[in-house]
């Protein structure tokens, strides 16, 4: 029996120890790790030595200080490798959690170079202490420097500054490369990418380490500059000395920047090779992350089945985890349940989420640590889900959630839930017909945008003042290196300016200045074309424009007064007056509009309300109609030709619905598409395009195509000046060719 147990035990290890059966459930069977601390001596004088870079082969890092000591995480079997400036690299295993004194030696050059400055004896030692005085204080700034990276900016930005400043004009290139490389690290953490990216660039120029590539591809991820930052993963990919922590981190970035460039199936396949090897070192953490990568994956190429597996996954080992990394995790699938419409099983994972914040630890104010994640809030939480059920009109359940939403975010001075809450809370209490409670919570929320708008107002005169300091500061520290550049070649400098005179210096600036005006020169008239040729192409455009738009009017004109002949040759004056006051009024609002290039949507709906109504009154046997428009379109704040949407009605009744046997439907409808755009559709059920066409005289071809043609140019040439801002479709209704559907997409702007 025991046996039997042994062998099943032996059957379970070897399937989690698989790649494979890691995805969906691991146990986690990391080694505890700790922070191992020690010192680096030199071992001819027992003397610390600083500025000895430790690394371990799970891509972790760490320098010793001025006494030559240090601290770093690891765990019992990690290798560290020791290396730095003038000293033979050694390797140590952590066998123990005591403390790990090292003995490293001087490189060979090092010792030749001591032995030819024994003459000088006084001058070399009082230089040797010079210079160990300006390092140590270039260390100890940079360990300052290194203690505020996560406080505010300006102070970890001086104390860089002063280590650079430090440094001077040494040829330290090593030290200087940590400098810039601490300064990238700064810029990164915030959020400065550009300045970030261009120090992590220059620490590679002085000392070239995979650490600094590794942070600078990154930093590239981080500011969305894909395709750079796919190249320098790629580089890394192609170095044979890298670790598997880093060889994981360095397929993930590709990955990532692969989904960026929207090369799905490749980035899909970097995070698999990612996962596989995270699975074979049982990296729990890292597992969760890849698996909800390629979800993610998988959700932009609409393949649902394989998202929810691997969604599905991340969920399974972040519950193996801290509660904090399993509420992180539950938020992002609950994101994805939202983005896919399964409003059901997210409003239940979200629900699952605020248990779980219960059971975090608490401050010093007796609130729960949610997450490094500040979005990961009750507040925001609750929100979400309220969201979740105005989605599915359940307004009762929605209520609680945002009054919950609006208390906590209230408690935690979180203004922006706090406004969208109570915002949504006076749209829903306005759907349930509470028009007292709906007043009285959008006045809060008028009070919440004031006071929010103040708040940012503070914030972005703050954020002005810090980015006057970065740029100071960056400016100093360039200033300093360009001191050092301008030292070193001072003496190269002086040899230059004896050999130059006087004489040619003059002629070289008057060559210069005089290649710098005429580049001026062609510069400013070929702009001054340029600006002349576009807005005469602009004028032309509009002069078409205003041609169209006038010709459009006696078009339409002589169709309206052909309906009012028809009525008089029916000997039925009064529905022929009737006609006529109704023609008036609309042909006022015609003209009226004439000379504008756009006016209101809403001022269109009634011109077209007008018009229909007319031509069912001519042919009141012939079609019904309707003129829909959506409750939530914003009519006010959009604008149209005029004139535009005519046409296609008009194309509609006469060539349609006129020639029907049985009464047809003509159909109007707005309605908005989300965003910054209206969709308007003309259905009728009438003879199709096709029999109309065979129906027609010559004459009647003619005078569409006209028609038509000077609508299809109006769109054109709006197009043309306003960046597609109208968008036109037309189909047949029904297979066999009746029916047309004329849809027309409007830009808000």
Request: charged letters at 30%; glycine letters at 4%; aromatic letters at 8%.
């Amino acid at each position: 029996m025991k046996y039997a147990i042994s062998l099943l035990f032996l059957f379970v290890w070897v399937g989690l120890a698989s790649p494979s059966g890691l995805y969906a459930q691991v146990q986690s069977s990391e080694k505890e790790s700790f922070i191992l601390k020690g010192k680096v001596l030199l071992s001819e004088d027992r003397t610390p030595v600083s500025g000895i870079e430790i690394s371990s082969d799970r891509a972790r890092f760490a320098q010793t200080d001025s006494q030559g000591q240090y601290r770093i995480r690891v765990q019992i079997g990690d290798l560290l490798t020791f290396q730095g400036e003038g000293i033979i690299s050694k390797r140590h295993i952590v066998n123990s959690k005591d403390d790990v004194v090292l003995l490293v030696e001087q490189e060979e050059e090092m010792k030749v170079a001591s032995k030819e400055s024994a003459p000088s004896k006084k001058i070399s030692k009082r230089a040797v202490s010079v210079e160990r005085s300006r390092m140590n204080a270039y260390r100890r700034y940079l360990d300052s420097a290194g203690a505020y990276a996560t406080q505010p900016i300006q102070k970890s930005l001086d104390w860089v500054t002063l280590g650079i400043d430090a440094l001077g004009t040494a040829n330290a290139p090593v030290e200087r490369a940590s400098a810039y490389e601490l300064l990238g690290r700064i810029y990164e953490f915030h959020k400065q990418y550009d300045l970030a990216i261009d120090n992590y660039r220059f620490a590679l120029r002085q000392s070239d380490t995979p650490r600094t590539r590794l942070r600078l591809a990154q930093v590239l991820l981080q500011a969305q500059r894909y395709a750079p930052a796919l190249d320098a993963f790629k580089d890394l990919e192609k170095s044979s000395e890298k670790s598997s922590d880093e060889q994981i981190a360095i397929w993930e970035g590709m990955a990532d920047a692969l989904l960026g460039l929207n090369q799905n199936e490749e980035a899909r396949s970097y995070y698999q090779k990612a996962l596989d090897l995270a699975a074979k070192l049982r990296k729990n953490n890292l597992m969760t992350d890849l698996n909800s990568k390629i979800g993610e994956a998988y959700e932009k190429e609409d393949l649902t089945p394989q998202a929810d597996q691997f969604f599905s996954n991340s969920l399974q080992l972040a519950e193996q985890q801290n509660p904090a990394r399993a509420i992180e995790e539950n938020e992002k699938v609950a994101d994805y349940y939202n983005r896919t419409a399964r409003y059901d099983d997210e409003i239940q994972l979200r629900k699952k989420s605020l248990d779980q914040i219960q059971q975090l630890p608490k401050n010093e104010q007796g609130r729960p640590v949610y997450s490094s994640n500040d979005t990961i809030t009750p507040q925001r939480i609750n929100y979400k889900i309220a969201k979740a059920y105005i989605q599915q009109n359940q307004y009762d359940e929605a209520i609680p959630n945002l009054e919950k939403s609006i208390e906590e975010a209230d408690s935690e001075a979180d203004l922006i839930v706090q406004k969208d809450a109570t915002r949504k809370l006076a749209e829903v209490l306005k759907y349930k017909g509470d028009y007292t409670a709906a007043l009285e919570t959008y006045q809060a929320y008028v009070a919440l945008v004031d006071t929010l708008y103040v708040r940012k107002e503070q914030e972005i005169s703050r954020a002005a003042r810090m980015n006057r300091d970065i740029a100071s500061k960056q400016a100093r520290i360039s200033s300093l290196e360009q001191d050092r550049q301008l030292a070193e070649s001072k003496y190269d400098l002086a040899l230059t300016e004896q050999e130059l005179g006087q004489e040619r210096n003059r002629i070289q600036k008057t060559v210069i200045y005089a290649l710098c005006a005429g580049l001026l020169f062609l510069g400013l008239t070929a702009y001054l074309f340029y600006r002349n040729f576009r807005q005469q192409q602009f004028a032309n455009r509009l002069l078409d424009l205003k041609s169209l738009r006038s010709q459009m009017n006696p078009h339409f004109i002589f169709n309206a007064l052909n309906s009012v002949n028809n009525f008089i040759a029916k000997s039925d004056e009064r529905s022929a007056n009737r006609y006529l006051t109704d023609f008036s009024t609309l042909m006022r609002s015609v003209l009226e509009n004439s000379e504008e290039d756009f006016i209101p949507l809403t001022k269109e709906i009634e011109l077209l309300r007008l018009y229909m109504k007319l031509e069912h009154s001519r042919f009141p046997e012939k079609f019904d109609y309707q003129l829909e428009v959506d409750p939530h379109l914003d009519t006010e704040g959009f604008s149209i030709p005029p004139m535009l949407l005519q046409p296609y009605i008009e194309n509609a009744i006469w060539h349609g619905l006129r020639y029907k046997e049985e009464k047809g439907e003509l159909l109007v409808r707005l309605e908005p598409m989300g965003g910054e755009r209206i969709r308007i559709s003309i259905t009728d059920d009438g003879i199709g395009r096709k029999q109309s066409k065979q129906l027609k005289t010559k004459n009647q071809k003619k005078q569409q195509s006209k028609g038509m043609g000077n609508i299809q140019r109006r769109i054109a040439i709006l197009n043309a000046l306003n960046a597609e801002q109208v968008k036109v479709e037309i189909q047949d209704l029904f297979p066999d060719g009746r029916g047309t559907r004329v849809e027309l997409e409007l830009a808000k702007k």
